[in-house]
Every structure is written in C-alpha cells, then in structure tokens.
C-alpha cells in the first residue's frame, strides 16, 4: 500500500535503481543545504509573574523551546515585590526538569500587585524556593550572569515591570564587575526584547508601573530592543485549550494558572507570549517590524515612538490572530520532554512534505543525536496512524496507531532502536493516516 502511495508523488523513484539513487543524492543534498543548525539562544527572563496568566504561558514557551534546544535560559527574576511569584516560577521551572535555575526578584521597591494563581501554584505543586526576603536581589544575579556571559551572547527577554532593568542599568561597578551596568550590558546582551508601550505611543500596564524607572530603562539601554507593544498580542487569545480541561489543571501548573486567572475555557491576550516566542525564533513568519525608531517614556510611563537611529522597533501584525494563537497554544500543551532528550533538538529543515499536506495537519519534525521528534496537532478527534518505511517501501516500524482526541501529541523514534539501524541506504519515509486521509514525510539520516 505505502508503495503505491509514493508512487502515486513520483513513481520514477521505484522504477531504475539510478533515478532511485539520485533522488535520494538530492533529497541529501537538499536536506544539507537547508538544515543549517541553530545556536540556541541565552535568555534572560524578566517578569511580573503574578499580575496575569500570560507570564505563565510566555514562561511555559520559553521551557519548550529549551526541550527542543533552540533556548538556554541562564536565569530570570521577579519585577515584583509578590511574595509568592518566584516560588510559582520556581514550580512552572520545576515541572519542565529545570529546578536550579536562577531566580532573581526585586528588592527596595514596593511592588505588590495581587495574583489569582501563584498561592494556588506554590501550595499545590512541588518547588524549593525560600522565602522572598532570602531570595538574591536580580540586580545582583543579572551581573553575575552577565559577568561571566561571552561577550554579545546574551537576549532579554523582559514582559513585566521594568524595574529590574532600570535598576541593572544605573547599577555601579562593584567586586562581580568593573563595569557599571551600561557598560555590562553593552558588552554582554545582544539584545533586549520588551513586552511594553503602543507604537506611536500611549500608556499601558508594564510601563506605567514605576513610570519614572521606565523612562530610565529606555534612555540608558545601550543596545538593540524590540518591543511588543500592547496591541499586538490584545486580540491573540489563547489558555483556553488548557483552562477547559479538568485534568490539564489538576497536572500541569501553566494550566492551573490559566483556569485561576480566567475560569475554565477563557482565551487571555498572549502580551507576554508574543515577545518571549520573537526573543527566540524572531519573525518566524508571524510578524514584521518597523524602521528603526526612538522609543521614549515620560515619568507616568506614557511611551513615545517616532523615527530616529536609536535601533529601536516595534513588531507588527502579519498573520492573523488565530493562526498565532494556534502556535502558541500548541506550544503550551506540548509535555515537557523526558529528561534524556532536552536540548539538543534542532527543527528539520526544509519542510519534509513531499506534496503539499492533504491531511492539514499541523506538524513539525526534530531530531538530535537521540532521537527524531513529531510534534502535531489535531482539530478533532481523529483516527491515527504513523508507519515508518525504508527507501523500498518496507514498513519497519509502527510509531503510533489508534483513535486521539483533539490536541497536541508527541511521538519520538529514538536512534538506538534497531528499527532506526535498519536505514542503511540513509532515507525514511513517514506516512501519516488520519482518517484515511494520507501524507507521507520524508527523513534523512545524519548520523
């Protein structure tokens, strides 16, 4: 049957072995050519994680895009004075495997906002953190992390209060540097992406809390910032898939957080969700940018954008609101990976369909050195079935058959499996059945 399938795309393949193997020469080559590797990213985060679920989600992004190693997050702190918000970060960094990150919160500075879910978070699932008042001021961890950063290595990604920032810029050098925070930040951050302010301007939540340090942040940053303003993320609703599922929110915090925040099914504008995803994998597709501005703010936090060479920009709209809140949810219900497989992932590239897709399903494909990854999504309940097959056209493995309900699935082949060993000639293909509908995929093997 999958014989027939491939030769209905190109049936030259079976007919001589030399059409055979160059096709295969130049599925290689192509392969090759497009799958140039992706350093990973190091991020720092800043956030006001307590004041809306979207922290939440923005942090539950930035945790799948390090499984799949296309991010290192050396750190992150708290742009409030909330008592519980480190420890709920703490539990989000717990249930993706990643407890010894750094988390930094702000000190001298009142800001205490309330929070729906991060009591809720820290009394329900596991985390270690200690109380607020012994917690490491983020001015402090910022840098030591930055000190010992490669020079130009290193993105903020910042989606609450600017407080923080402020406070690292004005900061002085001490016994971690001797650089004050200006200098450090110019020799160590590539750039700094900001969840904040309206392009032309106006006032919105981020900024406006301790205006003054806001207008301090945006004068003293050195290097390049992209912001995601306030309206670009409004109608991007998203948390609905995970608020709506009773098990999801017994289980998963991000989930927890969402249905505290909104109530079951509810979408929440995903501010935090657009500028943590751009920190990492830039456009991607989703949206454009402005020529190079100034953005400034007065001492309420009332922001400005006009023209100007201060290598400053705002994302613009692109793809439609839904088609981002599709990406984004479906990060979000992805399982974090098993630890024996976190970040060392790259994206298969160029796409592995060898027509365009019938099945319409949403699907992207991974592989490190351990494993290949599928990762897909499926509107409806469905019928499904994953066959791997050798460049002959013998199935050799099952990688999945049964009925799935709407939402989003992983399933890995891992490389140490004698089913994989069996590709000697180098080529895959993956056949994916849904419904009775079918796409084949095609792989190579890089190793």
Known sequence: MFKTGIMAYYPEIFQKSKTLSLFLLFLCFSFVVGDVGNDKVNILFDTDFATDCDDAGALAILHRMADLGEARILGMALSTSNPTGASAMDVINHYYGRPDIPIGVLKDLELTPESRYTDTLTLRFPHDTGPYSELTDATEMYRRILARAPDSSVTFAVVGFTANMAKLLKSSADSISPLNGVELVRKKVIAVVVMGGVNPGGDTFNFNHAGHLTKDFLELCPVKMVFSGKLLGREVLTGAVLSSNPELVAANPVASAY?????????????????????????????????????????????????????????????????????????????????????????????????????????????SNRAVILSYHLDQSSDVSLDVFDAQGHRITELFRGKQSAGQYTQIWYKNSSEYQMGNQGIFFIQIVINNVSDVLRYIKTD
Request: with cysteine.
């Open 259 to 367: 249905y505290h925040w909104t109530g079951p099914g509810v979408g929440r504008p995903s501010w935090d969700l657009t500028a943590v995803y751009y920190a990492v994998r830039g456009l991607d597709g989703l949206w454009g940018m402005t020529p190079e501005g100034c953005n400034s703010s007065d001492e309420n936090g009332w922001n400005t954008f006009v023209t100007g060479d201060c290598e400053h920009y705002y994302l613009t709209e692109i793809a439609s609101d839904d088609s981002v809140a599709r990406v984004l949810d479906n990060m979000m219900l992805e399982a974090p990976l098993p630890d024996s497989l976190k970040g060392d992932f790259h994206e298969i590239w160029p796409p592995l369909f060898l027509k365009p897709v019938r099945t319409k399903m949403k699907i992207k494909a991974y592989q």
